[in-house]
């Protein structure tokens, strides 16, 4: 079974930058999408960004556009997201999964397996 860690998380002002790392296990790491999704308190869980499993095709939330770089390294089977600018509405649970679909599929209910999250948290 696969498994995803996330990790980088953390408090930051407005402005500032964070990197979350997730790590997979498995050797088909780079046949995956992979994505980054997250989930403010009382909110539904949200898309931000995905990755192709060759890491040339990108997807991203109008609302990280320009702000946050998703990447990936499968020699280390572990894909990134570099947020830069942060802002308080970007305080959230911050997960990443992987699916068989393209990377264009951004709905969470089309993502099978997820990581335990990591909270960030953007202060004014």
């Known amino acids: 079974q696969v498994q995803l860690v996330e990790s980088g998380g953390g408090l930051v002002q407005a402005g500032g930058s964070l990197r979350l790392s997730c790590a997979g296990s498995?050797?088909?790491?780079?046949?995956?999408?992979m994505g980054w999704f997250r989930q403010a308190p009382g909110k539904e869980r949200d898309f931000v960004a995905t990755?192709?499993?060759?890491?040339?095709?990108?997807n991203y939330a109008n609302s990280v556009k320009g702000r946050f770089t998703i990447s990936r390294d499968n020699a280390k089977n572990t894909v990134y997201l570099q947020m830069n600018n942060l802002k308080p509405e970007d305080t959230a649970v911050y997960y990443c999964?992987?699916?068989?679909?393209?990377?264009?599929?951004?709905?969470?209910?089309?993502?099978?397996?997820w990581g335990q999250g990591t909270q960030v948290t953007v202060s004014s």
């Open positions: 990755i192709s499993g060759s890491g040339s095709s990108t």
């Open positions: 498995g050797r088909t790491f780079s046949s995956y999408t």
């Open positions: 999964a992987r699916t068989s679909y393209p990377y264009f599929w951004s709905a969470a209910t089309d993502y099978a397996d």
